[in-house]
């Protein structure tokens, strides 16, 4: 018996100080999945307006991944709502969100601009860029894979000029609705957060600015991941100019990532509001080292430096070296962007709304809010980008050194 | 376009199909008959009766339902303010908070244990009943995203548990650690004045049962010339939880000291 009584006096999670009784549970309500969830949309959104530098504001530099990184929103965005639908009690209620919405919940919200985003921005998107080229495949490729480029032609087989011209036209138009699509989605995610004025450290006007910039930051680190790790899969040398511009903009992301969340420090602690030594507890002991070494030290400082240092030594550190710089800057962005979904997620979770009392938690590893579920998730959209890829990024076609200068920054 | 037209057409459909629906057979447990436009619930709490026998949490949790452990719809905070150290410039010591097991006697013996600061040294202690806050602006029904979280027209702050997804979103929006998902049904939970009482004239459990009268319960609408909630009024001046968040409760409470939030 007394085996027992231990094993469930471990289990239930450490309190100091005073938490309401409802918050003494066996774990906090939003664990793990939570914490994806804002990563992968985050992903998504970066991933768009780094495709959307191509074609809106037409940085021809980055031409050669324009195409994956618009496969790999695709990608993470069919998994996007995947963290949420496995968090809920009642999963098969779901669809309730979409028919029965309540109008001033944000997380109803989300869901219509869920679907706005998938279906009128990236699904149109996509399908108005690869149209001609599905038509070709059809014709050239024999066998099953043949046949989905045929479907996927939707019947609209006209290669003339003007529906050339229109497809372009249509893109363009797209991507411009596409800019502020992306911003809303993310955003959103952020106001679910930020909305919430019962708990100080999620309730802040600004949490949805830093989720989309912090979002923009990981689309672009990924994309940087991903067309290494594919050039290098490839056995294709990587269009250094390509990769030197997304440096600079990631470098550019990230530092105005950086000021807005220093803002947002330094205005929490100059209005020092109720709650505020709580908060000084959480950063100091709760989340430290989430908070100052994944998200500040690894996530933001070493990288900024990395990357700033190739601003302005770019011509003197040699190909390789700097491909490696930007890959590993890459890397740690994206693990800091991780550890900032923590941060906020778990963060505003480990102290009680009596400001009275912290809490802590071991992290489950099987069961609805276990870690190896949100591993799995975390898992699928490289798995289906692998297959998008393989699909629609032929090794010939794409990925080609860009033909021009960037407009934008070409000197630098 | 057209498809969108209809698409938008449908939706609305089922969203006005189901809230009629919603209208008849939202799961209230309110008899047949029962007007909540008719009534204005309200609950009051005289902080400086109660005693901390925890009555009323237990009557809470068995006239409820409410699962063992750490879920609670009503509960006992103790509070301890201890005498400033002396020299140290201020009122009043650092409050010393608990409520073990939501202050529920563990078989007649008090669950408050005997306080480990010597009584020469306690300024004040005393006891807070605590429940939903009944918020006429309730955080918890504005982030609810399926509507299953209502705000009846008496007043009371709602689960329809047939509706409800278990987001836990309430959970996370309510400021004052009044809601729980119910580990058994997956579901929110909250206090809901025992609904199946009142709306059968009958008080809540825990007003029924406080041997101090420091919970009282009334019907705005309803008030006679020597309703408690109408003397309470009278003698008291009265604050609520956390006011500075707008979410105007319908908790009333005298004698509160700004320690408890």
């Known amino acids: ?412 | 376009m057209g498809g969108a037209i209809a698409g938008l057409f449908m939706i609305s459909a089922a969203r006005a199909a189901k809230a009629a629906v919603q209208t008849v057979l939202v799961s209230t447990s309110a008899p047949k008959g029962y007007d909540p436009t008719q009534h204005k619930w309200l609950m009051c709490v005289d902080d400086n009766k109660c005693i901390g026998c925890g009555l009323c949490a237990e009557a809470c949790k068995k006239e409820n339902g409410v699962p063992e452990g750490p879920y609670f719809r009503t509960w006992i905070e103790r509070y301890i303010i201890p005498k400033p150290k002396p020299g140290s410039g201020q009122t009043r010591g650092e409050a010393i908070v608990d409520s073990p097991n939501g202050g529920i006697p563990n078989g007649g013996v008090s669950a408050f244990p005997e306080p480990t600061l010597p009584k020469d040294q306690i300024e004040h202690a005393f006891f807070v009943p605590k429940l939903c806050n009944l918020c006429e602006n309730p955080p918890c029904v504005q982030v609810c995203p399926v509507g299953a979280t209502f705000r009846a027209p008496d007043g009371a702050v709602l689960v329809d548990p047939k509706y409800c997804i278990g987001c836990a979103f309430c959970v996370q929006a309510c400021p004052y650690g009044a809601r729980f998902l119910n580990p058994v049904t997956k579901t929110a939970e909250k206090c809901t004045l025992c609904y199946h009482r009142i709306t059968r004239n009958l008080k809540p459990a825990c007003v029924e049962i406080c041997p101090a009268e420091a919970r009282i319960f009334g019907d705005l609408n309803n008030l006679h010339t020597d309703d408690p909630i109408q003397k309470f009024y009278e003698k008291n001046r009265v604050q609520v939880l956390k006011p500075h968040l707008g979410t105007e409760p319908r908790v009333l409470y005298a004698g509160l000291d700004k320690e408890v939030r």
């Not at chain 1, 900032?340 to 480990?350: A, E, L, P, S």
Request: with cysteine; aromatic share 12%; charged share 15%.
């Open chain 1, 1 to 412: 018996m007394n085996e027992v009584t231990n094993i469930v006096v471990e289990a239930l999670p450490q309190v100091q100080g005073y938490v309401y009784p409802n918050e003494a549970g066996l774990h906090p309500v939003w664990s793990t999945l939570i914490v994806i969830y804002p990563y992968i949309t985050g992903l998504v959104a970066g991933a768009f307006i780094m495709a959307s530098l191509v074609r809106v504001f037409n940085v021809k530099a980055l031409a050669p991944v324009y195409r994956l990184s618009m496969l790999t929103a695709l990608a993470f965005l069919l998994c996007a709502t995947l963290p949420l639908l496995c968090h809920l009690g009642h999963p098969e209620r779901c669809y309730e969100i979409m028919m029965t919405p309540h109008m001033t919940s944000p997380m109803a919200i989300f869901g219509f601009v869920y679907a706005w985003y998938l279906m009128a921005v990236l699904l149109l998107e996509l399908w108005f860029d690869f149209r001609q080229d599905f038509v070709k495949w059809s014709k050239t490729t024999p066998g099953f894979q043949g046949l989905i480029y045929r479907v996927l032609t939707l019947g609209v087989t006209d290669l003339s000029e003007k529906s050339v011209r229109l497809d372009m036209k249509m893109e363009w138009i797209l991507s411009i609705v596409g800019i502020p699509s992306a911003f809303l989605l993310h955003g959103y995610v952020g106001f679910i957060f930020g909305s919430i004025k019962a708990n100080p450290w999620w309730g802040n006007v600004l949490m949805p600015i830093m989720f989309i910039l912090s979002a923009i930051v990981s689309g672009i680190a990924l994309c940087v991941f991903n067309y290494i790790v594919l050039t290098w899969i490839r056995r294709k040398t990587v269009d250094m100019r390509c990769l030197d511009t997304m440096a600079m903009f990631l470098f550019y992301a990230l530092l105005v990532d950086a000021v807005v969340e220093t803002l947002d420090v330094l205005h929490r602690g100059f209005a020092a509001e109720e709650g505020f030594a709580v908060l000084q507890t959480m950063i100091r002991e709760k989340l430290f080292y989430t908070l100052n070494i994944g998200q500040v030290l690894v996530g933001t400082l070493l990288p900024l430096l990395m990357l700033g240092l190739l601003q302005l030594l770019r011509r003197r550190v040699p190909e390789a070296a700097r491909r490696t710089m930007i890959f590993c800057s890459g890397a740690m962005i994206m693990f800091g962007v991780l550890m900032m979904r923590w941060n906020v997620v778990m963060g505003g979770q480990f102290f009680s709304k009596s400001f009275r009392g912290v809490m802590s938690y071991k992290m489950e590893f099987a069961g609805q809010e276990g870690w190896l579920i949100s591993v799995a998730i975390l898992c699928l959209p490289p798995i289906i980008l692998t297959v998008l890829v393989k699909l629609f990024l032929s090794e010939s076609e794409h990925l080609k050194p860009s033909e021009h200068l960037p407009e934008t920054g070409a000197n630098s």
